[in-house]
Every structure is written in C-alpha cells, then in structure tokens.
C-alpha cells in the first residue's frame, strides 16, 4: 500500500529530478518555446517540497492536492496551471485515505491527466506533456516501472510531432525536429514514483 510518506517522497523525488535537469528542460523549451520551462518547474517543485514540510498533509490526497495548489500559485507558465490541476485532481480522486493501493493511484492519475486535457484543450500527438502522461497511465497498472518506461517513450517519440497547443505550436512546422519540454518533464515526474517506491 501507497501511504502519505510515499507520496512525499514522490513529490520530494520530483523536486531533485527537476532542479537536477532544469538546464536540459530550459534547453529543450529555448529550441521550441521560451527557455523558461527547467527554471518555471525548479521554481515550483522547490515551493512544493518547502510547503509539505510546512503544512505537513497526512493523507496521499492531501499530498497531492497541497502541491497541485502550490504550483498553480508559484509558476506562471502554462506548465503551472496543467501540472497544478494534474495533482490537485488527481489528489482529489483519492480522497481522504490514509493508504491507496497502485490501481487506485492509476485511476486518481487518469483523473488528473483528464483534467489537464480538458484545460488545455490537447490530445494524444498534440506534442504537449500529454504525450507522456497517457501512456504513463496506462502501464501504470502493470507497475512503476513500466509506467516510467512508457512516459520516457512518449516523450522521446514528441520528436518528430508538430506541435498543436502552447507555445512550441506558433512554429509551426519548425518545432518537428525537437523533443517537448513539458513531456519530458512529465517522464521525471512518473519515474519520481519508481524512486519513491525504492
Ligand atoms: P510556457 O509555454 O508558458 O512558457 P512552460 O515552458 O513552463 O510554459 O511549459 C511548456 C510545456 O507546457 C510544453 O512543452 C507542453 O508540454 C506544455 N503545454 C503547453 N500548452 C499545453 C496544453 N494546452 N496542454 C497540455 N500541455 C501543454
Ligand atoms: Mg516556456
């Protein structure tokens, strides 16, 4: 069973991950956005980790939904709101447990991944974070592993894609060529599990 420390963990994994890799996500996002992407996700994360030290939640949902919170009032960017409403949705659908089991979190996260399509109005093949998180969801009920296996694919495979929403879509045909920051820091998060669950 997935208890409130394991979801901490997640979201601590999470913030390492991304202040380890912020220079790469920046990277990516200056080829087809704005180079704002690896400083607006360490900005966030960073606040995550301070404000569950703070306010100490004792349910996985509460987690999810305090660091959801967090991100939505920390980054501006358009990673800000989609990641926020992810775990605030995703939070939400777990509801007060004290312990979930990973059906359980599989089926929370495809809540969550739902909310964000809904909110940016993407689709599977759009080039966004969507093209990990889905298949994430899908092998998440096989394990951690898999899940975190199929998000890298689905980042890696954003490279030949044109992009169809945000930023990277004003260029048309020029973001072809080029792996999507948001779905890439999207595989971070989903292999965060594989650590939280070490
Ligand atoms: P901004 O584009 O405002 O600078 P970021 O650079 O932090 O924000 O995040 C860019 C990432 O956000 C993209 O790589 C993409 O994965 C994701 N993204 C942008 N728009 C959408 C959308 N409508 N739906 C899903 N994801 C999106
Ligand atoms: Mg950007």
Excluded: C
Excluded at 30 to 49: E, K, P, Q, W
Excluded at 146 to 167: D, F, I, N, Y
């Amino acid at each position: 069973m997935l208890d409130t420390a394991f979801f901490r963990r997640w979201m601590t994994a999470t913030a390492a991950a991304v202040d380890r890799e912020a220079d790469r996500l920046t990277e990516l996002d200056s080829a087809i956005g704005d180079a704002d992407h690896g400083s607006n996700l360490r900005r966030g994360f960073t606040a995550v980790a301070a404000v569950l030290d703070k306010d100490n939640p004792d349910t996985p949902g509460g987690v999810l939904t305090l660091a959801g919170r967090e991100l939505i009032s920390t980054v501006g960017g358009a990673s800000g709101p989609l990641y926020g409403t992810l775990l605030r949705r995703t939070g939400k659908a777990l509801g007060d447990a004290a312990e979930v089991d990973r059906a359980q979190l599989a089926e929370a996260l495809g809540a969550g991944v739902a909310a964000v399509a809904q909110l940016g109005g993407a689709a599977a093949g759009d080039k966004t974070m969507l093209d990990a998180l889905l298949p994430a969801v899908d092998a998440l009920g096989e394990s951690f592993a898999a899940a975190s296996t199929a998000a890298e694919a689905g980042a890696l495979a954003t490279v030949p894609l044109q992009a169809r929403k945000g930023r990277a879509s004003y260029l048309g045909e020029r973001s072809i060529g080029h792996q999507d920051p948001g779905a890439t820091s999207s595989a971070l998060l989903i292999a965060a599990l594989v650590e939280a669950a070490g």
